[in-house]
């Protein structure tokens, strides 16, 4: 947090960038679930750079600080969806073990996920992908661009995670619904 203006020995002024960086740090912290360590990385992100490209890695970096790799198998099986898709991206971009470790926790619970079912996410991924550039693409300003890019990915995680739980109640409705109607039409 920058300095703000000091006024006195027991008054300092800080104006709405102070306001908007406490809001962002917040949202990082909770809404985001980074740890603070994380948080300062991503800021730091902000505060220095206005490369697109080095932002993305260094925020997908920050959330997936500390964790340990997929196993080789569910990396492999994320390298040929990847592959598959046509993708362009680095050996090191680390959504690569994130989407291994949730692979390997579904095969630690004997549920394993099918080739089918893994396409569909990446089907939704890129979707998603190509709506967060799109909102980027308005943007004019270098810095509100990586700000827009941190705060998307980021929060981006928790907005998805909160849709798919509604379509999924809503999904379960349909389909006991359905059974429900063909039940009464045996009837």
Not at 3 to 12: K, Q, Y
Not at 84 to 109: C, E, M, Q, V, Y
Not at 136 to 151: F, S, Y
Not at 152 to 175: N, P, Y
Request: glycine share 8%; net charge negative; no cysteine.
């Amino acid at each position: 947090m920058p300095e703000g203006e000091r006024l006195g020995a027991n008054r300092t002024d800080y104006d709405e960038a102070h306001v908007q960086r406490a809001r962002l740090v917040r949202a990082l912290l909770t809404t985001g679930g980074l740890t603070i360590s994380a948080a300062r990385d991503v800021l730091g992100v902000l505060d220095s750079h206005h490369d697109l490209v080095y932002a993305f890695a260094a925020v997908q970096h920050a959330l997936d600080a500390g964790r340990p790799p997929g196993s080789a198998a569910s990396r492999d099986r994320v390298d040929e969806v990847v592959l598959a898709k046509g993708w362009h991206t680095s050996g090191g971009n680390p959504g690569l073990d994130t989407a291994a470790r949730a692979l390997d926790a579904f095969d630690a619970i004997s549920a394993h996920v099918g080739d089918d079912y893994l396409a569909a996410y990446a089907d939704a991924a890129e979707r998603i992908a190509q709506a967060d550039l799109a909102l980027l693409a308005g943007l004019d300003r270098p810095d509100h661009v990586v700000e827009a890019m941190v705060v998307g990915t980021v929060m981006g995680d928790s907005l998805i995670a909160g849709l798919r739980r509604l379509a999924q109640e809503h999904e379960t409705s349909f389909v006991s619904n359905t059974k429900q109607d063909r039940r009464k039409e045996s009837t």
